[in-house]
């Protein structure tokens, strides 16, 4: 089993900045894909950033959010600038893992840290 574990969410003001951290633990022989998906009231999840192959975002964070990764922690990472209430919602931690047990590959989540932008 593999677990995900978030970290860093919270209030913040129109303009600040915060930095998500995602480390993953268990029985991990390697891991694909890593990437950080948002889901706001209402909405449906959509994905932020991932890190795998290449890197992506989402246009509505390009140029202020920066996702990055290190392997032998298998933990990444959401570097969040000029932040706006629209980025406000639940962000999730996702990962693609083979497990060292089986060798077989699945997808992880991770519980979800609340990311609140208000004055």
């Known amino acids: 089993q593999v677990q995900l574990v978030e970290s860093g969410g919270g209030l913040v003001q129109p303009g600040g900045s915060l930095r998500l951290s995602c480390a993953a633990s268990?029985?991990?022989?390697?891991?694909?894909?890593m990437g950080w998906y948002r889901q706001a009231p209402g909405k449906e999840r959509e994905l932020v950033a991932v890190s795998g192959r290449s890197t992506n975002y989402v246009d509505s964070v390009k140029g202020r959010f920066t996702i990055s990764r290190d392997n032998a922690k298998n933990t990444v990472y959401l570097q969040m600038n000029s932040l706006k209430p629209e980025d406000t919602a639940v962000y999730y931690c996702?990962?693609?893992?083979?497990?060292?047990?089986?060798?077989?590959?699945?997808?992880?989540w991770g519980q979800g840290t609340q990311v609140t932008v208000s004055s």
């Open positions: 996702h990962a693609q893992v083979v497990s060292r047990m089986t060798g077989s590959l699945n997808n992880y």
């Open positions: 268990g029985s991990i022989f390697s891991m694909y894909a």
